[in-house]
């Protein structure tokens, strides 16, 4: 068995698979099968207990408590493109602080278990995306997500292409003042649409009197791009595949990162590094301006810049990708402020991988807001276990002025 991280895929080796989601308190599990554009079809793509079958794709409750969504992958129709698994708490109001949903991808024929992940550092989340099913040149695959909503299943839904309406008001309780406008809707998460569960799809657009209830806006879809198109300019929490032309990058790449003062603040020394993580998230070595080299050459910091003055990249570090060992599956590249200084002090912080031989700029991550804090995860890359590399903008603010403050709150992160 597998355990994964966010972001990491492993193809599957069974036609027929089940999701097993499972936590300490009730979920409820859905799937949704989207096409090329993301999303859903009809109604009859969302699976969930109010409607538990669809094409090639059923819900059922999971044989040790939870609920399982089994992908026959052979009967997925060819306009699809992925099966997204996600859970919702079924208590109204409740997060998942505290809690941590399990997703496990058995073999739905014989029940061996391919792999299992987690969603780490969960805490206002009401939904979120567990895993996905997806086909990539023919062959299908799983992918940890992890992606979370602060809206419930509604921002899920509204995200797929699912409008929901509100319930009707029972006849027996007419005199039932309404609910007021923001308020979520009265039924329990998965309950869907009009009295008969169904969702309704996003076109033609709904009624203004059926539109969902105001709720803050989900977060950056984790969408996938690669490099085909050139330049990619990432979002927080954004990924992008290092394929070009159907083929993996396994060069040699660098990471700059750079940074102003804040207007009329002093010059201010940030050190940027890297830490190098093994699958079990566990610090394999980390590379900063104390240690310029690490892995036998396979990384290397290009030194300390004492202001942040000039143009261009500020500290740059070199990652030979192909040289990097096996056992090393993930890197995340911070900047933390030794002096003290808080980010707050910090204008234009960026962080941007390029091709070493060339010098083309392939990636770029520019921090669009800044926190009173010492330390800042800016982008991590992670091995898929078909070998290719992806990488994720995090922008994730922490309380720490050194690299080793830093390996936890990465580690976790992966």
Same mark, same amino acid.
């Given at each position: ?5 966010? *972001? ?14 499972? $936590? ?38 999971? $044989? ?8 026959? !992958? ?5 306009? =699809? ?5 996600? @859970? ?11 809690? #941590? ?13 391919? @792999? ?7 805490? !206002? ?40 309406? #509100?319930?009707?008001?029972?006849? /027996? ?16 998460? *998965? ?19 059926? /539109? ?12 996938? =791009? ?19 032309? *159907? ?12 940074? &102003? ?10 050190? @940027? ?36 003055? *000039? @143009?261009?990249?500020?500290?740059? =570090? ?5 040289? %990097? ?27 941007? %991988? ?5 010098? #083309? &700029? ?12 010492t330390g800042v995860m800016m982008a991590k890359l992670i091995r ?28 976790q992160a992966l």
């Amino acid at each position: 068995m597998t355990a994964m991280t966010p *972001g990491s895929n492993l193809p599957l080796s069974a036609v027929r698979v089940a999701v097993d989601v499972t $936590a300490p308190v009730r979920l409820d599990v859905s799937g949704l099968l989207l096409a090329a554009d993301g999303k859903v079809r009809s109604d009859d793509d969302f699976v969930f207990y109010n409607q538990p079958a669809g094409p090639g794709v059923t819900h059922s409750a999971a $044989a040790g408590g939870g609920d399982t969504i089994t992908v026959d !992958t052979a009967a997925v129709p060819e306009g =699809i493109d992925k099966i997204v698994v996600t @859970a919702s708490l079924d208590t109204p109001g409740a997060t998942f602080a505290g809690t #941590e949903p399990t997703g496990t991808v058995r073999n739905a024929d014989d029940g061996s278990v391919l @792999a299992s992940f987690t969603p780490p550092q969960l805490g !206002t989340e009401t939904a979120l995306v567990v895993v996905e099913i997806y086909r990539r040149a023919g062959a299908w695959k799983v992918r940890a997500v992890g992606q979370g909503y602060a809206n419930g299943l509604a921002g899920i839904a509204t995200d797929f292409g699912v409008s929901v309406e #509100e319930p009707a008001a029972p006849a /027996a309780t007419p005199q039932a003042p309404p609910a007021p406008p923001a308020a979520p809707p009265a039924a329990p998460a *998965g309950q869907w649409g009009p009295p008969t569960g169904a969702p309704v799809p996003a076109a033609p657009p709904a009624p203004a009197a059926a /539109a969902p209830p105001a709720a803050p806006a989900a977060p950056p879809a984790p969408g996938k =791009i690669n490099l085909d198109k050139g330049r990619v300019s990432l979002q927080k929490n954004q990924t992008v595949s290092l394929v070009k032309g *159907g083929r993996p990058l396994l060069s040699s790449v660098r990471m700059g990162l750079g940074w &102003e003062p804040a207007f009329r603040s002093k010059s201010i020394d940030l050190d @940027a590094s890297v830490i190098a993580y093994g699958p079990d998230r566990k610090k394999v070595d980390n590379c900063f301006f104390g240690k310029l080299t690490i892995l036998n050459g396979a990384i290397q910091h290009s030194g300390d810049n004492l202001t942040g003055e *000039g @143009a261009g990249d500020d500290e740059a =570090i070199t990652v030979h990708l192909g040289g %990097l060992p096996p056992q090393v599956t993930g890197l995340v590249f911070v900047v933390n402020s030794f002096s003290g200084q808080k980010f707050s002090d910090v204008a234009k912080a960026y962080c941007r %991988l390029l091709d070493a031989q060339s010098g #083309e &700029e392939l990636v770029r991550f520019d921090l669009t807001h800044s926190e009173p804090r010492t330390g800042v995860m800016m982008a991590k890359l992670i091995r898929q276990f078909s070998g290719e590399w992806e990488m994720t903008a995090m922008g994730e603010y922490v309380d720490s002025r050194t690299v080793r403050g830093m390996v936890k709150p990465a580690g976790q992160a992966l």
